[in-house]
C-alpha cells in the first residue's frame, strides 16, 4: 500500500513539475531500504555513462547486523518524458550480513552473523529528475552466492538524490575534452606544406 502511495505521488508530482525538471550526469544522496529481514539507511551515487545507461553504487546498513555494497549497471526508458523514466539493472554485492539456518529434526531457527557474503542484485524501478533532485522508487532482489544461507533477498527502495553535474554540463565537457583531442591529433598547416616540399625532394 505505501509503495502505491508513493509511485502515485510521484506521477502526480512529475505531470505538475515536469517543466522544471532537469536530466542528470551525476546524482549523490540517500537511500532508504526495506525488506522482511531489516531496514537500512545508506548512500546511493548515479553516474550517466550513455544516454539511456548509468551506473550507481550503493552502500547501505542497519547499523547492526548488516551491512553491503552493491554495484549496478543500469539502462533507462522514458515514459512521460527524458526526466521521468522507468530503469532495470544487474550488478553484484558484498558484505557482512546476519543468516538464518532452519534445523529440521529439532525446529529450531540457528541466527549467525558476520557472515562475509557475495551475490549477484538485480534493480528494477521508476525515477523522476525534478528541481535538481533525483527521486526514485525501485526493487532490488538479491541472489546469495556465498555466506548465507538464504538464497534470495528482496528490498524495496526510496532514493532521493543531488544533481551534482547536469547532463548539459556532462556533454559540453566530452565535446571540450574531444574537440581538444582533434586538436592535439591535427597538424599545423605550415609542417604540412614542409612535409610535401620535402616528399617532392
Known amino acids: 500500500m505505501q509503495a502505491r502511495l508513493t509511485l502515485l505521488t510521484l506521477l502526480i508530482f512529475s505531470s505538475i513539475s515536469l517543466t522544471h525538471a532537469q536530466r542528470y550526469g551525476t546524482a549523490v544522496g540517500l537511500r532508504f531500504g526495506n525488506s522482511n529481514q531489516y531496514r537500512t539507511v545508506g548512500l546511493t551515487a548515479q553516474q550517466r555513462i550513455t544516454k539511456q545507461v548509468s551506473i550507481e553504487a550503493i ?9 553491503t555494497f552493491t554495484a549496478l549497471v543500469e539502462k533507462h526508458h522514458p515514459i512521460i518524458s527524458k526526466r521521468f ?3 532495470y539493472g544487474a550488478g553484484a554485492s558484498f558484505g557482512v550480513e546476519e543468516s538464518f539456518v532452519k534445523d529440521e529434526e529439532t525446529k529450531q531457527i540457528l541466527h549467525t552473523y558476520g557472515n562475509s557474503t557475495a551475490g549477484i542484485d538485480l534493480i528494477g ?5 525534478v528541481l535538481n533532485t533525483v527521486i ?11 555466506g548465507r544461507e538464504d538464497f534470495y533477498r ?5 532514493s532521493a538524490r543531488m544533481v551534482l553535474v547536469k547532463s548539459k554540463e556532462q556533454k ?30
Not at 526514485?136 to 556465498?146: C, E, F, H, R
Not at 528482496?154 to 526510496?158: D, L, S
Open 59 to 67: 552502500l547501505q546498513s542497519d547499523f547492526k547486523l548488516n551491512t
Open 85 to 87: 523514466n522507468y530503469y
Open 125 to 129: 524501478g521508476l525515477e523522476l529528475t
Open 136 to 146: 526514485s522508487l525501485d526493487y532490488k532482489p538479491n541472489i546469495n552466492l556465498v
Open 154 to 158: 528482496g528490498q524495496m527502495g526510496i
Open 172 to 201: 559540453k565537457k566530452q565535446r571540450q575534452r574531444k574537440k581538444a583531442k582533434n586538436k592535439s591529433k591535427k597538424v599545423p598547416l605550415n609542417e604540412q606544406i614542409n612535409a610535401i616540399f620535402q616528399k617532392k625532394n
